[in-house]
């Protein structure tokens, strides 16, 4: 069974920042698309961040310069290295998985996602 476990979430102050980690297992890993959204209070689900299999990467207008998206084949992992934080960061934020990767801002097109973790960013 494919998961994907997220952690790193938390509290910050504006400026300040996190590294939001999502561990996958049971799954080829290096062929997947792994992309990061979040969910805000009465939001939308919305693309944060994506990196294909041959390490492409891809950021949403609001997070560019400040969000970096990695991943680590043989740890089956990815991370978001998120810094310069802003209150309107505050979201639940899921990693997700795409086999096919070609229409990475879409999360129906994804084919598994993790719980999300909580990140808060105080004013």
């Known amino acids: 069974q494919v998961q994907l476990v997220e952690s790193g979430g938390g509290l910050v102050q504006a400026g300040g920042s996190l590294r939001l980690s999502c561990a996958a297992s049971d799954i080829t890993f290096s062929r997947y698309f792994m992309g990061w959204f979040r969910q805000g209070p009465g939001m939308e689900r919305e693309f944060v961040a994506g990196?294909?299999?041959?390490?492409?990467?891809h950021y949403a207008d609001s997070v560019k310069g400040r969000f970096t998206i990695s991943r680590d084949n043989a740890a089956n992992m990815v991370t978001l290295q998120m810094n310069s934080l802003k209150p309107d960061d505050t979201a639940i934020y899921y990693c997700?998985?795409?086999?096919?990767?070609?229409?990475?801002?879409?999360?129906?097109?994804?084919?598994?996602w993790g719980q999300g973790t909580q990140v808060t960013v105080s004013s």
């Open positions: 990196i294909s299999s041959s390490f492409q990467m």
């Open positions: 997700a998985a795409d086999y096919n990767g070609s229409a990475w801002p879409d999360a129906r097109t994804y084919d598994y």
